[in-house]
């Protein structure tokens, strides 16, 4: 047993191999009743002492669908309070040496996920020497509906009201609060991009890792699709307040129904983080160029075949013709040029391999080199990486998702086994996983800055475990974007 005093009252944590471990710790106030589609609300303090022990509910949400869900576990933790995070840090935590903070951001369209997936367990990072914080964050349409009497982005709220957490109690577990790096994957990463262009986010984090995302937001007319097709569903108001008179049951039937088929590579109906004037006051897209996270270490990367998490599955690769191709090229405005430029360096490719390494790089690689080559010669390092490692499960390749479990050395969970299966290289754990920690402790990974050479580091080249410095990596393919 482990006991830490907080901000709000006293915790009573586990020590797991050396490691203190808190779990289901709240940042904010259960977003129920009154609560709910309003912003982020403090915590009432509590006597005593609070069992930390397990973790807490989930953000209310709808599981995976076939054959996703094999892939993908997401567990599902009931109760209203999901506005919790998990701390793992060194026994004993208190009275240590500030240690570098790393807070998770977990993705999942904005709709999915939770910080309880095994694969996220932050015990390695603790062993090796830093305090590791994973969060929750209201999904779907009450973290990011968009209603004319309620605030937009409640989601990305609920996350900087955890920041604050972070940065107001991060002594007691030893950590660091002015040494601070958010890292997140896929919704989470464009989340961080967000916090980013965001001054609500001024000093809360001192270093970035972008895993799979890029900086995106809409504008809220547009982001109010989404919210107003659940409300014709469902008949009744696109309000808040009519939304809330629902049970979360009804709300989460009815975003089944409208999100259904979509998904991040193909479009369809889904929930974005928008562009409020508030929160998020620009694009984020193009608020580096004007200094927005100036100062701010950043990583950046993306796996090489991020499509075929989307692609391959269910069925979609095969079925995509030379015809859907040029059909997909024509209505996603890729230059007219890329099957023909694609297919020079994939010869054997089919068409659903070419429009697959179209739409990663036009919703990922593209955007992430542009933000990088935004912030050279700014103020803060910066450094791209990419994952190449295949993996063998149903020929998902290097796909969207596959290099959490490498980053946070959990090659041994079932749920990370669920997309790496059993042989995946430890060696490129034990690299990525140091390369990330050295990121977060001195603000360098362990090669070039982005430079005009354009220095990637490649981790699981050739299908192996190992890495190697590329420079300019298919470039040929990411000038035809200008």
Known sequence: ??????????????????????????????????????????????????????????????????????????????????????????????????????????????????????????????????????????????????????????????????LHWVRENMDAFGGDPENVTVFGESAGAISIAALLASPCAEGLFHRAVLQSGAPTAIPAARARATTEAMARHLGIAPTAEAFARL??????????????????????????????????????????????????????????????????????????????????????????????VYRAARPAASPGEILGAIATDKLLRIPLNRLTDARVGRPGRTFFYEFAWPSPVRELGACHALEIGFVFDTLDSPDTRALTGDAAPRALAGTMHAAWISFAAKGDPGWDEWNEERPVMTFGTDGSGGSELVRAPRDEERRLWG
């Open 247 to 340: 049970d979360r049951a009804e709300l989460l039937a009815a975003q089944a129904v409208v999100t259904r088929g979509g998904n991040p590579l193909t479009g369809g109906t889904g929930f974005h983080i928008v562009i409020d004037g508030d929160v998020v006051p620009e694009d984020p897209a193009t608020a580096p160029a004007q200094g927005a996270g100036d100062g701010i270490d950043l990583m950046v990367g993306t796996n090489t075949d991020e499509y075929r998490l989307w692609f391959v599955p269910g069925g979609l690769m095969d079925r995509i013709s030379r015809v859907t191709l040029r059909a997909a090229v024509l209505k996603h405005r890729a230059p007219w040029r890329s099957p023909r």
């Open 1 to 162: 047993m482990t006991l830490i005093s907080t901000t709000h009252g006293t915790l009573r944590g586990t020590t797991e191999a050396g490691v203190a471990i808190f779990r289901g710790i709240p940042y904010a106030a259960a977003p129920t009743g009154p609560l709910r589609f309003r912003p982020p609300a403090p915590v009432t303090p509590w006597d005593g002492v609070r069992d930390a022990t397990a973790f807490g509910p989930t953000a209310p949400k709808n599981p995976y669908p076939a054959p996703l869900d094999e892939l993908l576990p997401d567990p599902d933790i009931p109760g209203e309070a999901c506005l919790n995070l998990n701390i793992w840090t060194p026994a004993p935590a208190p009275g240590r040496t500030r240690l570098p903070v790393m807070v998770w951001i977990h993705g999942g369209s904005l709709r999915n996920g939770s910080s309880a997936l095994p694969t996220y367990d932050g015990t390695n990072f603790a062993r090796d020497g830093v305090v590791l914080v994973s969060i929750n964050y209201r999904l779907g349409v009450e973290g990011f509906g968009v209603f004319p009497d309620a605030p937009a982005n409640l989601g990305l709220r609920d996350q900087l009201a955890a």
